[in-house]
């Protein structure tokens, strides 16, 4: 299944020591190859060319062979004003329709605080009416206390 057949996504960032997570949801898009080189060439000339030795995730017969690719490129690339972004290299942006803060406490009843974009109040298959629980916030997002 590709991005493209599911258009959604969560991340997840868990703070164990300090008792704390931030959850989002929402779709993600591939930017644009102009929005990938933009922010490729914002990068510092090292990790460009780091991003031009390495596919990322394939696997490689030793580190040496990075490192013999990073010397080969850095002479390669020294005289030229802009280096070219790799063609495998781009990124994605997640657009959040919700995120929720969680604080742990010890005796198991934790803060949650939800946001979401308005519009998302009741979920797909939640029986019980939540409409009153929802605070305005600011650029067309809401929030709500969640129980633990």
């Known amino acids: 299944m ?5 258009p959604n996504a969560a ?3 868990f703070w164990q020591p300090l008792h704390k997570q ?3 949801e929402g779709t993600v898009s591939k930017l644009s190859v102009e929005e990938s080189a933009k922010y490729f060439h ?8 780091g991003a031009c030795v390495s596919h990322q995730s394939l696997p490689i017969p030793s580190r040496q062979v990075l490192i013999d690719k990073e010397k080969e490129l850095t002479e390669r690339f020294a005289k030229l004003e ?4 790799p063609d495998y290299w781009g990124g994605y942006l ?3 329709r919700i995120i929720e803060f969680w604080q742990g406490q010890s005796n198991r009843l934790h803060d949650r605080i939800q946001f979401r974009r308005a519009g ?6 939640q029986s019980f009416d ?4 929802w605070n305005d916030g600011e650029d067309g997002w809401i929030y709500s206390r969640l129980s633990p």
């Open 22 to 24: 931030i959850r989002v």
């Open 120 to 125: 998302y109040e009741q979920l797909e298959g």
């Open 82 to 85: 802009e280096i070219p972004k």
């Open 42 to 49: 914002s990068r510092p000339v090292g990790s460009q060319i």
């Open 11 to 13: 991340l997840v960032f």
């Open 130 to 133: 939540t409409s009153n629980c």
């Open 2 to 6: 590709t991005q493209e057949d599911n």
């Open 94 to 96: 997640v657009h959040p």
